[in-house]
T-cell receptor, first 112, second 113 residues
């Protein structure tokens, strides 16, 4: 089973910040949080990842709570091209093999 | 980042036939994976493709139905055998090197009639 829970869908106005939450209350100390997005049945696209500290890159920011039980992906100025399904993944480890288990994701719709 | 290509990009097949999907990565990688995405659903991991040995399958997936090969560090194939309409899905190849970010191919869209 996926180790994350996300809202099923969200809307965001174009130009505004999109804040996508993710709950991962069972995360362990050495597990990373990864975010991907999938635009209209293309292959998932890597966005950002983090362990403890907040992270920022050219696409987004990742805010991880101090207890690491939840995180928020922030798209600072959403555009119509950001309409996609966003997946929050905790990188699990079984027998030394890391496997990405996808949950249902959040379907973000950016509105003009 | 690794660039992953898949062939074919899409196909329409008759039930009872088999289709082999190829995955090529532009650099040597440690791990390669195959996922299935059924219509309107999230991604489900089928198996980990191991170089030089049998793939490691997830619960609900078996080698007879989804034989996988990985002859070297940059190439893998997934065969969908004895297809039925329920096999209509997007099949995605993915790869990463140890402790690094995982990347995905564009997917192969399969429709079984």
């Amino acid at each position: 089973d996926a180790k994350t829970t996300q809202p099923t869908s969200m809307d965001c106005a174009e130009g505004r910040a999109a804040n996508l939450p993710c709950n991962h209350s069972t995360i362990s100390g050495n597990e990373y949080v990864y975010w991907y997005r999938q635009i209209h049945s293309q292959g998932p696209q890597y966005i950002i990842h983090g362990l403890k500290n907040n992270e920022t890159n050219e696409m987004a920011s990742l805010i991880i709570t101090e207890d690491r039980k939840s995180s928020t992906l922030i798209l600072p100025h959403a555009t119509l091209r950001d309409t996609a399904v966003y997946y929050c993944i905790v990188r699990s480890s079984t027998s030394g093999t890391y496997k990405y288990i996808f949950g249902t994701g959040t379907r973000l719709k950016v509105l003009a | 980042s690794a660039v992953i290509s898949q062939k074919p990009s899409r196909d329409i097949c008759q039930r009872g036939t088999s289709l082999t999907i190829q995955c090529q990565v532009d650099s040597q990688v440690t791990m390669m994976f195959w996922y299935r995405q059924q219509p309107g659903q999230s991604l489900t991991l089928i198996a980990t493709a191991n170089q030089g040995s049998e793939a490691t399958y997830e619960s609900g997936f078996v080698i007879d139905k989804f034989p996988i090969s990985r002859p070297n560090l940059t190439f893998s194939t997934l065969t969908v055998s004895n297809m039925s309409p329920e096999d209509s899905s997007i099949y995605l190849c993915s790869s990463r090197s140890y402790q690094e970010t995982q990347y995905f191919g564009p997917g192969t869209r399969l429709l079984v009639l």
